[in-house]
């Protein structure tokens, strides 16, 4: 899972870094392990990156050789291995530099295809594959440019499985856009009088002052010249398959999914949770329980189940985050995620001492966070911790884009809702139900990791 931002302007911008800046940090929950920036100024081009966060890599020096008309730009989440894995890259002849979001699951054969012919891949990211796949393509049409970039995607979405959403800048002066035919990874636009932006998520395009801002269609390509025409069409669409993932964890809560605030959608995912758990245990007394969120993507899903009983008032925070700790699951090994348990979250005493606490979270992935949390309330004096989920249990794992581990590392593969409850020593656990989520977010997304339905992929059981 990462961040991707992209932007073009038809007047000289000496504080293009800043935009670059802003844009990428509104994106930083997406990825911490590598970040970068294509620029140019419609004739030469630069790439700044490295590993670390935007904060780092766009520090003070950076962000001043940052200027001129249009760039692209990533935050990364653990799969790159150093500063030369991380995006964007760039290769010559055409001279194109792409970052994306995603993952391409047939990236092994394709490269297997170019290295017969000769080419060297110089990184182990399969945003490499897409970019040799375009440049071959690119120089067998001829004609026009717009007819040559469509070809090439026309050809990118007939030979790639997986999901992405990609940013490329060609020749330093048109900026492309293309979503995967499914639009199962993230991709909006924003546009004013003299710039069009693109982002992952529409709060980075809304903090750089966005006022028009509308999703890419599934299938969908953009070119944008520095004139700001914009070319644009339906090249393959299939059934939009949006992830469900990203509205229930992944995207901030500030960002908006057809319109609506992520918050908002959480929020009727709490209240939906509250029913099936009030389903489960008729016989348990509300009034008895603090209902606490695990921070902090469960403070919207913990509102709304509090506001289903009716009492608001047994909303209290039992952990605090510490909040440049990163996310857990994104991390680079099992011995450093169960340390960063210890290091992100704290019980506050007062509220958990001889306390019962129902504890929203979002998700169990591999279960380790949630099995520590439990322990270190037990530990603080809690007498007991039920456990409600606002997502299905995870048996399956994603070759979308979502960095999750292989299924038999899942806690929830191959296990009933009881089983994994004993597992992390709960009281109760309660997840969503795939109905339930179904009633809230809507039929059209892709829940792979939660029925193991696969598509434009092979089958993985």
């Known amino acids: 899972m990462c961040g991707i931002i992209g932007f073009i302007t038809n007047k000289k911008r000496e504080d293009l870094g800043e935009i670059a800046y802003i844009g990428l940090e509104m994106l930083q929950h997406r990825g911490q392990d590598a970040c970068g920036v294509y620029f140019s100024d419609f004739e030469k081009g630069k790439i700044i990156k490295g590993l670390g966060s935007v904060e780092n890599v766009l520090n003070k020096e950076n962000i001043k050789k940052i200027k ?48 017969k012919k000769g080419i ?50 060609l020749k330093n002066n048109l900026l492309i856009a293309f979503k995967d035919p499914y639009g ?31 999703e890419i269609l599934n299938g969908e390509i953009l070119i944008v010249d520095k004139n700001l025409k914009i070319f644009r069409e339906k090249i393959l669409q299939k059934e939009y398959r949006f992830c469900s993932f990203e509205l ?16 908002e959608i959480r929020k009727n ?23 606490s969120p695990v921070p902090e993507t469960s403070r919207a899903a913990a509102e709304g189940f509090s506001e289903y009983f009716n009492k608001r008032w047994n909303l209290k925070e039992v952990l605090e985050k510490h909040r440049y700790g990163g ?46 949390i439990v322990k270190y309330l037990k530990e603080k004096g809690a007498k007991e911790v039920h456990l409600c989920i606002t997502y299905p249990p995870i048996r399956y794992s994603c070759f979308y884009g979502i960095d ?13 809702e009881e089983e994994v409850g004993k597992l992390l020593d709960v009281d109760s656990l309660t997840y969503m139900t ?28």
């Open 68 to 115: 001129g008309n249009i760039f692209i730009g990533q935050t990364r989440y653990p799969t790159t291995k150093s500063k030369e894995e991380s995006q964007p890259l760039l290769i010559q002849n055409p001279l194109i530099s792409m970052v994306h979001n995603g993952h391409i699951y047939n990236d092994e054969e394709i490269r297997k295809i170019y290295e």
């Open 120 to 169: 060297k891949f110089n990184t182990g990211i399969d945003l490499e594959s897409i970019m040799y796949l375009f440049k071959e393509e690119y120089f067998k049409n001829k004609g026009e440019e717009n007819f040559k970039i469509k070809e090439s995607i026309k050809r990118l979405f007939k030979e790639l499985k997986g999901a992405y959403s990609v940013l490329g800048i």
């Open 184 to 214: 199962i990874r993230p991709l909006f636009m924003g546009t004013d009088d003299d710039s069009i932006c693109f982002a992952s998520e529409t709060i980075a395009l809304e903090k750089l002052g966005y006022k028009e801002i509308e």
């Open 248 to 263: 229930v964890y992944f995207s901030r809560a500030t960002s908006r999914h057809k319109g609506k605030q992520i918050f």
């Open 269 to 291: 995912l709490g209240k939906k949770l509250a029913e099936i758990f009030e389903s489960k245990n008729k016989n348990l007394n509300i009034e008895e329980y603090i209902i």
């Open 327 to 372: 996310r857990n699951f994104i991390k680079p090994s099992e011995e450093i995620r169960k340390k960063e348990v210890f290091y992100t979250l704290t019980p506050i005493d007062i509220n958990v001492k001889d306390k019962k606490i129902i504890l929203i979270d979002d998700s169990i992935v591999r279960g380790t966070t949630s099995k520590r």
């Open 404 to 416: 999750t581990p292989t299924k038999e590392e899942l806690i929830a593969h191959n296990k009933n």
């Open 434 to 461: 795939i109905e339930g989520l179904k009633e809230i977010i809507g039929e059209n997304f892709c829940f792979a990791c939660i029925n193991g339905e696969y598509f434009n992929l092979k089958e993985e059981t």
